[in-house]
């Protein structure tokens, strides 16, 4: 009664209630539907939508749901064939349905399936966490291997001999009283040597604090040598100069033209920069009319030429944790005569468009 089953004892009392919601009250069927010499109790549903299947002690329900709702007259058989598993059939109206009960072998596992589950899950984390941890110390190794390379392309403005160089000619204009130009070129180093410790930690910054960066190092290069050449910057207005980029990517091409073209050449320098903003990349040129590579080399026999080796290496670990590759090309310059005016150095600077 009510999804209540009960059992009565010899002196009438009723003992052993089992609940089986869901069943309608009514005599179940009694059919030994697996062949194991005990009775299986079925049950018809409260709704009328489907039966439920029983042990001898009313134990491991299955509730089976059928597509019609059954009414009236609904007949349940068995079919028997041999030794082949019986067969239950449901019977109403013109619908007929054919169910096959027997044990799920697999039902004492399932513990063991659980635990496999939760094991699988466990070691699912565990791989999870590993691999996130690797990606973590590998990313930490890049950027660190970034830094101690932009840090060997910084030395020059850190070393010993620039800095003596540039405090002794700040002497001199003290010593000739043109304070003011002392205190411009002495600001102008200061705000260098400031953003190179605050940026020191940091892999890329925002392209206009690299333009900010290279302008300060070019005032203080023009003084170095005198006004021997000039320079200008010119920055397309649609440019996104929020981009980051690699921190001393372009100031280590304009270093190269100071030290290796305008240094060396007779008579009046320049250094043209412009950048331009396209729709999937920003494009930097950097333009000397310096002696040019095949010039600068005889010039300077004692160099390493590591300075584009350093940076080779350096975008190569900044795509493999940016997924940004930036690539430049160089290119000598000649005039009419066929003799070398410079070089041309080509960024391209790859940027992704809002949709």
Known sequence: SNGQIGQIDSNLNLTNLISLPGIRFSRPLRIDADLDGKDEFIFLTKDMQGVIITRNDFTFPVRLELPNEMKAGT?????????????????FGMNGYFIEYSKNPLYHFKYFIWIGIYAGIFVFLFLLQKVQHIRA?????????????QLKSIKSQTDPHFTLNLIDSIGNLFYKEDSEKAGYVFGKYAKLLRTTILSSEKIAVSLEKEIEYVKNY?????FRYDDKFDYNIEV???????????????????????????????GYGKLD????????????????????????????????GR??????????????????????QITDINNNDGKPDGTLVAIKIPVKTKK
Do not use: C, W
């Open 236 to 266: 397309d207005i649609k440019t996104a100069t929020q981009v980051e980029i690699p921190k001393m990517l372009i100031h280590t091409f304009v270093e190269n033209a100071i030290k290796h073209g305008l240094k060396h050449k007779e």
């Open 307 to 328: 300075g584009l080796q350093i940076l080779d290496n350096m975008l190569d670990l900044y795509f493999d944790l940016r997924k940004v590759r930036i690539s430049y």
């Open 137 to 149: 110390n590998r990313k930490f190794v890049t950027e660190r291997k970034i830094a101690e390379l």
């Open 75 to 91: 007949i349940i058989s068995l079919i028997r064939k041999g030794s082949e598993k019986p067969i239950i059939y449901v019977q």
């Open 218 to 222: 070019l005032d203080l290069e023009k």
């Open 273 to 304: 920069i412009t950048i331009e903003m396209y729709t999937k990349s920003i494009d930097v040129r950097i333009r000397d009319n310096g002696v040019g590579r095949q010039k600068a080399k005889e010039y300077s026999k004692l160099s390493t």
